[in-house]
């Protein structure tokens, strides 16, 4: 059990896990989050080949080879109503498993292949205890109608957690429950035999070793073998075809109860704070095939027991078997050689305690590493030197006290959270460091100096997160910082004024989501109990109360954004913010023929495209399109609470070479950088006309085109009113015309239209006549 790969990538907890590959090897694996998030995984190299977010949230995931498929499919059930059945390696869904009868949430299925069959049957229970079974020919697709259940029973088993089927006799299924499992005949769902759980567990799942063995394991962590009756399954071996038979479906009594014959424990029997993660796997060792049961808990231990040594029952006894194999990261890291380096390792002594840190946040502007610690310190270094430090050989190892660092002393306990708000809206102060920790306190730091500028102490329980308000709120909120503590307060901090504007303290579950309105002026907060409150920012008053459907709504209309995202908030601080967007004022302005909203909605295109330009401090060799990632990213992560943090170094190496060459370049002049041929003379020319020399000057440029644009646009406008006018004229004509038709009875209008057209013959004969007369005498000029 050696660790092979550190896949990071989601942002919520992984609810399940499942294999991707058709192959024995099996080098990609399928995971799906509680954030709808999912992601393929190359084993070999740790790397998230296709990722997807979905509406849809699964609780189980299981690969299946359909026929008539080259590869797996994943077939999905969580909290929809419906089985998604999705290509590993796209992550697209194919089709989906719908329900006619009872739709409701799918909590387990399984899919199967019957022996004297060539189609697949999906065996799914929902939540409320209603078994479906769907059949499957192997050509669906998304554009196929809808596949809904070839049959439906209602049976007494709620929020089922796993379902089974026998490979060695399919007409039996394991149906786990919390409080109990029961084994159930296939034909109709009639229950044979039941196990209920032991005293204080809560059974999670289990699995078929034989007809007539079962493993079932629990949250304590405990795997449990029992014997089925054999009087049960020898009427349902020998009776397969008559699910009717008396000996199969007749009444149970005492010795056809299932006997508990082994069980896999660890020897310690230690408490777990929270259920673990276990698995039934088959796997081939050798040509061998091996039954092995895993186990992973929260502290990161891994137990291995090989199931077929406690396959056999012994008679009258209850045996216990350990795990063949124990392991945890922990170990794992010990037995590394060298042993891996700690972030701040420089400042510990090897005749001292070492000290636990508990928060980190990497300031990428100032190249900052600020980590927080267990007694209550602060530690600030430079990001660049202590990563060289710790991973490259140098003379700087042989220093004592490098690299310098500042100490921050302030909190009385373990360090909860860190913000450093400039980082994330540049209306904060640079200075500004903000720390939360297990004292009730957040402090204000500043960060160049060292001082403690305050300490708000207005909560009664530990800080647990820090948030920065958007920056659209009112004058007054943009200064402050949210802090949420364990006491179910929120409260809104003012860094500038130095005290509490906000204080929201009625909440009787812990907060799990914080959302805004700005324009309503709310900090809508959401409780781990599904209520959310409203509160009002500037005066604390508290709106309302929701709970239920109300409440989600109101959660989920906080998502949408105010600011239009094609410039609707072009840069903080200038006269632009807050508008709509320009193109739509000139498309509105350009159907409304209104070359006044025109004009303006160009000039503020145009500003807003040089102010991102002066922005982004372009150059002949930038590239003002696509902002370039940092070339290093310092992030923290830990695998529970109680653990020190851990810290994982992010190089992008394509940034890291751009920034290395743009140092270089940019410490060369023109013709050196001409000489070199990265550049043209005639590149520089261009260059210097698009650049302007002043703002001034930039505004002129802006106000020209703008000029210019506009009176193109007008003389279009002019040509397409003409254009309309003898449109009109025309129509008024036509109608003119057959108005005038109707209303000729005794053709008129045709003797009219005959004698002039005569006239016209006559004209133009004499036209032709006088012309030939001149060209007789050399007058004729040609005109």
């Given at each position: 059990m050696?660790p092979?790969c ?16 058709i ?20 084993l070999v190299?740790g790397?998230c ?8 949230v699964h ?5 299946y ?5 080259e ?9 929809y109503a ?5 290509d590993?390696?796209?992550l ?7 329900s006619?009868m009872?739709?409701?949430?799918i ?12 189609d697949?049957v ?7 205890g ?15 109608e809808?596949i ?10 709620l ?7 026998c ?8 149906i ?9 005949d ?5 229950v044979?035999?039941?196990i209920?759980?032991p005293?204080?567990?809560?059974w ?5 070793l ?40 007749g009444?149970?009594?005492e ?24 698995r ?17 808990d929260?502290?990161g231990v891994?137990?291995?027991w ?5 396959a ?9 078997r350990?795990?063949?194999v124990?392991?945890?990261l922990e170990?794992a ?34 190249n900052?590493?600020v ?5 209550g ?11 060289q430090l710790?991973l490259?050989?140098g ?9 310098p660092?500042?100490?921050?002393l ?11 708000p400039h ?8 200075a500004y460091l903000v720390?939360?920790?297990i ?15 305050h300490?708000?102490?207005?909560h009664a ?9 958007p920056?659209?709120c009112?004058p007054?909120i943009?200064?402050c910082?949210c ?5 179910h ?5 003012s ?7 906000t ?7 812990p ?9 309503d002026d709310?900090?809508?907060v ?11 920012m500037?005066t604390?008053?508290l709106?309302r109360?929701l709970?239920g ?18 410039g ?8 632009l ?5 320009p ?16 004009r303006a ?10 102010a991102?330009?002066?922005g982004?401090n372009?150059g002949?060799?930038?590239e003002?399109a ?7 990213t310092?992030?923290g992560f830990?695998s ?12 992008d ?19 050196s950088?001409?000489a ?14 698009t650049?302007?020399?002043s ?25 397409l ?16 015309e ?10 008129i ?9 005569n ?7 004499k036209?032709d ?10 007058k004729?000029?040609?005109?």
């Open positions: 050696t092979r550190l896949l990071v990538g989601h942002t919520a907890p992984v609810t399940c896990l499942s294999r991707a590959s192959i024995q090897d099996n080098n990609f694996i399928v995971s799906s989050s509680e954030a709808g998030e999912m992601c393929t995984w190359d190299d790397k080949r296709e990722s997807v977010k979905l509406t849809q609780t189980n995931i299981q690969a080879h359909m026929c008539n498929s590869d797996l499919r994943l077939f999905c059930n969580g909290y419906e089985i998604l059945i999705m590993p390696f796209s697209e869904i194919l089709f989906s498993l719908s006619k009872n739709p409701d949430w909590s387990a299925l399984h899919v199967l292949r019957p022996s004297s069959r060539k697949d999906v065996l799914a229970i929902s939540i409320t209603t078994v479906k079974v769907w059949s499957l020919l192997g050509h669906e697709n998304k554009q196929s809808p809904y259940e070839n049959e439906s029973k209602q049976i007494r088993c929020n089922a957690l796993s379902l089974n089927c490979a060695y006799n399919q007409r039996t299924v394991l786990v429950c919390a409080k109990y499992c029961q084994i159930y296939a034909g109709d769902f009639s044979l035999c039941s209920q759980a005293s204080g567990e809560r999670m799942s289990g699995d078929f034989a007809p007539d063995r079962v493993l079932v394991w629990s949250t304590e962590g405990k795997g449990y073998l029992y014997k089925l009756p054999a009087n049960k399954l020898r009427g349902r071996a020998i009776n397969s075809s008559v699910p009717d038979h008396k000996g199969f479906h009444p149970t009594v010795h056809d109860s299932p006997v508990l014959y082994g069980i896999l424990a660890h020897p310690d029997n230690k408490l777990l704070s929270c259920p673990p993660a276990m039934f796997i088959l796997t081939s060792v050798g040509g061998k095939q091996r039954r092995l049961l895993l186990r992973g929260s502290a891994v137990l291995l090989n199931v077929d040594d406690a056999m029952p012994v008679p009258n006894k209850v045996m216990s350990a795990p063949i124990t392991t945890s170990m890291w010990a037995e590394m050689s060298p042993s891996p380096v700690g972030i701040l390792d420089q400042l510990s002594h090897p005749d001292e305690p070492e000290i636990k840190l508990t928060a980190s946040i990497y300031l990428l502007a100032a900052r590493l980590v927080g610690r267990e007694d310190s602060i530690i600030i270094v430079n990001a660049t030197h202590t990563v710790q490259l050989h003379n700087h190892q042989q220093l004592d006290d490098w690299p660092h500042q100490l921050l302030g909190h009385n306990g373990r360090v909860n959270c860190l913000l450093y980082h994330v809206h540049h209306r904060y102060d640079r720390s939360g920790g004292d009730f306190a957040v402090c204000l730091w500043d960060l160049f100096s060292g001082a403690l500028l300490r708000f102490c207005v329980g530990e800080i647990t997160q820090l948030i920065v308000p920056h659209n009112s007054r943009q200064k910082i802090a949420v503590a364990s006491d307060s929120v409260t809104l901090l860094l500038t004024e130095r005290k509490c504007v204080l929201a303290s009625r909440h009787l579950f907060v799990v989501t914080i959302k805004w309105r700005p324009a709310f900090m809508v959401g409780c781990s109990d599904g209520t959310v409150y409203v509160w009002q500037e604390g008053h709106d109360v709970n459907m109300i409440a989600e709504e109101v959660l989920a209309a906080c998502d949408e954004t105010s600011a239009d995202e094609l609707g908030s072009i840069s903080s601080g200038t006269d913010q807050g508008l709509a967007n193109a739509v004022h000139f498309f509105r302005g350009l159907r409304h023929r209104n070359l006044t909203a025109m909605a160009t000039q503020r295109g145009l500003a807003a495209l040089h991102s330009e002066r982004s372009a002949p060799l930038a003002p696509r902002a370039r990632p940092p070339p290093l310092i992030q830990r529970n609470p109680a653990d020190p943090e851990s810290h994982i170094l992010f190089f190496i394509e940034g890291l070479i751009v920034e290395l060459l743009s140092e270089e370049y940019s410490a060369m002049s023109p013709a950088l001409e070199a041929g990265l550049i043209t003379s005639e590149y520089m020319k261009v260059a210097a006309l650049q302007s020399a703002p001034d000057a930039a505004k002129k440029i802006s106000g020209f085109l703008s000029y210019k644009i506009v009176n193109k646009i007008g003389v279009i406008l002019r040509t009113s003409w254009i309309d006018f003898f449109g009109r004229v025309k129509d008024k004509a036509g109608d003119m057959r108005l005038l038709k109707e209303k000729d009875k005794h053709g209008l045709a003797k009219m239209k005959e004698g002039a057209e006239m016209q013959t006559k004209i133009q004969a036209a006549q006088l012309k030939s007369q001149l060209d007789a005498k050399g004729w000029d040609g005109r």
